[in-house]
């Protein structure tokens, strides 16, 4: 009975150990992995705080380009009514002449 039990001992103790180490190599597998996935999220934490940071220097410039937009549209408003007045000033709008006085109604 003694061999048998050697035996039968014997056959656990390697099925034992053989899962043991499937079972160290598949923690050294995961572990790698992990350390990956670790690595991954700092990378994606480091690009959202870029991201942050980028998307508040945009919306800076945003706002600055809008309030140089206003002023465009302003400067042009400016613009706009100054050369109306030139216009005026280098051609008046035609007032209507008395015919006493028009260059075509004088006496021949």
Do not use: H
Not at 56 to 65: N, V, Y
């Amino acid at each position: 009975m003694k061999p048998v039990l050697f035996i039968t001992t014997w056959f656990v103790t390697g099925g034992l150990g053989g899962y043991c180490y499937l079972l160290s190599a598949e923690n050294t597998a995961l572990a790698a992995q992990l350390g990956n996935f670790n690595q991954l999220q700092n990378q994606y934490q480091q690009q959202i705080t870029l991201n942050a940071q980028q998307r508040q220097t945009f919306e800076g410039q945003i706002a600055q380009l809008q309030n140089n937009l206003l002023g465009a549209q302003s400067q042009m408003a400016n613009l706009s009514a100054a050369l109306q007045a030139a216009r005026e000033m280098i051609d008046p709008p035609l007032q209507p002449e008395s015919p006493a006085t028009s260059p075509d109604s004088s006496p021949q």
